[in-house]
């Protein structure tokens, strides 16, 4: 600050709050040259602690309900709720661990520093993106009835309405989750479809690069799609029937596919993945990691399924067992069909048939008989296997399989519960699908959600890429930095230094 306009000290021939209109301005803006005193700045400190304190009074005046107003029954029902989907929430989360093994396994020893970093940090990004925006998109108030959605920046963490819930004030459709966990548990869920980006461009995208990708998904592209579903958005009123997602079959993992599918083809094949047309095999470089992932993926998926209940209550279990059929199911199947066809039981294949049987009972978990559960699983192993060998036919390149488990099981979840899904988790519900007397009014609609999903991530994503591109000058790494692997190329280590590599 200058001070060569400044003039010598004068006393005020008025006081501010005796001045008039005309010349207030001028006298306070005068006072506030007087901070230049450090007395006057120490005053000047306080005032974000006003401001602070004056945010605390708001949140305690617009807490009228607290915990000790409920009953017994009604604080342990609340406690219960937010306890539980606490839990789900960290093991959606520790998901993150299993995807990073799953895909540094399955990939080669030079890039495994590179694919550690990506599935690591994009949790970070993700959950910094949904909370400055996307949560207020997937959430907030219609902007364009049933499509757009906003209510602001950032996330409110008032539990004002959510005790009231529990008190009985607000209603039969109310929801007892304070917005904090509530927001962790959505956040765990847009980390998970980017983090399904990360393994179909693995090997050769630039780290900068899909950094602003992941960034653009999780804050625009993930929680406007999901927001027609799961904030009462447009799917919900189209035709007879609504269009059912229980846990994100279609929204999170099928957006995630097809938005790692359109960047796959943009990048083109790794070096070497294809000779005169035909793919060549690229074996990772530590199975056992792989396999650990598979299982840390499995137990995750008890966060993922059963926490989308949003409620600790008797259907948890019931989805829990449905999930842990599916998976079994297409383990089994993914296991005998690659016997069949390749002649002996592929690792690869038993671990991407398990997370094919999730993805596939992910949408249907609620929707499911137990038998139905396993079968549907099963026909997901059996998808897996095919579409690995359709997407190789292709000419395209999916390092570790993710199209084929996350977006091609991804529909095929969505769309079986119009086969044989049922209305409920009830004993003796009623079928909803073509197969089981629910006619096709269900599966129709379940057709038509996924393939709006596909189209809106196919696009927006294509654009998002494109941009991206060319701005930095392509999404892929050169030649030589393929070659030598982008652990040196774009980190400048090694994940097994003390080992020569072969």
């Known amino acids: 600050m200058t001070t060569a306009l400044q003039s010598p000290p004068r006393r005020s021939t008025s006081r501010l709050q005796d001045a008039s209109l005309l010349n207030g301005p001028m006298l306070l803006l005068r006072s506030i040259r007087g901070f230049r005193r450090s007395q006057s700045l120490v005053w000047l400190a306080t005032v974000p602690l006003a401001l602070l304190g004056l945010g605390v009074f708001t949140f305690s005046a617009r807490a009228e309900v607290g915990l000790s107003d409920l009953t017994g029954a009604q604080a342990a029902s609340f406690l219960a709720d ?21 895909e540094a396994g399955m990939c080669r020893q030079k890039n495994a520093v590179n694919i550690l970093a990506k599935n690591l940090f994009v949790f970070a990004l993700a959950v910094t993106a949904y909370w ?18 906003f209510k602001g920046l950032f996330v409110d963490p008032d539990p004002s309405d959510a005790l009231a819930c529990a008190a009985g004030l607000a209603g039969d459709e109310c929801v007892q989750l304070v917005p904090s966990v509530d927001f962790l548990f959505q956040a765990a869920f847009a980390g998970t ?17 899909f950094v602003v990708f992941s960034l653009v998904l999780t804050a625009f592209i993930y929680p406007i799609a999901g927001s027609w579903e799961w904030n009462g958005g447009w799917l919900n009123s189209v035709g007879e029937k609504e269009f059912i997602d229980f846990a994100g079959s279609s929204i999170v993992h099928s957006v995630g596919g097809w938005a790692g599918l359109v960047g ?19 074996p990772g470089h530590n199975m056992a990691i792989a396999t650990l992932g598979a299982l840390i993926l499995w137990i995750g998926w008890y966060g993922f399924n059963p926490g989308s209940e949003l409620a600790m209550d008797q259907y948890v279990a019931y989805v829990a067992v449905t999930t842990t059929l599916a998976a079994a199911g297409g383990a089994i199947a993914a296991t005998v069909f690659s016997t069949i066809t390749s002649g002996k039981p592929d690792l690869t294949m038993i671990i991407n048939g398990i997370l094919a049987g999730l993805v ?3 949408a249907g978990c609620g929707n499911m008989t137990f038998a139905g559960s396993w079968l549907a699983g099963a ?26 488990v996350h977006g091609v099981c991804g529909v095929w979840g969505t769309v079986v519960i119009g086969l044989w899904g049922v209305d409920g988790m009830d004993p003796g519900a009623a079928g909803i699908g073509l197969f089981n007397g629910g006619g096709i009014s269900q599966l129709g609609i379940q057709a038509l959600g996924a393939g709006a999903y596909a189209i809106w991530t196919v696009v927006t994503c294509w654009i998002a890429w494109q ?10 790494v050169s030649e030589a930095e393929e070659t030598q692997g982008l652990d040196i190329g774009e980190h ?6 003390d080992f020569a590599s072969s």
């Open 82 to 102: 937010n306890l539980w989907l606490f839990v789900a929430t960290i093991l959606v989360i520790f998901m993150n661990a299993g995807f990073a093994m799953v």
């Open 132 to 149: 400055v925006i996307g949560y207020s998109l997937m959430y907030g108030n219609s902007v364009i009835d049933g499509f757009l959605y």
């Open 193 to 209: 479809a980017a983090t399904i980006v990360s393994g179909l461009v693995a090997e050769r995208v630039k780290f900068g690069e």
């Open 264 to 282: 796959a083809m943009l990048l083109g094949p790794r070096i070497g993945k294809f000779v005169d047309g035909k793919a060549q095999a690229m």
């Open 360 to 362: 596939s009972i992910t």
């Open 379 to 404: 026909v997901g192993g059996i998808i897996v296997v095919l579409a690995v060998a359709a997407l190789d036919s292709a000419g395209i390149d999916d390092p570790v399989g993710a199209f084929s």
């Open 467 to 476: 941009i991206i591109g060319g701005f930095f000058g392509g999404i892929r």
């Open 492 to 497: 400048g280590m090694e994940a097994y230094p």
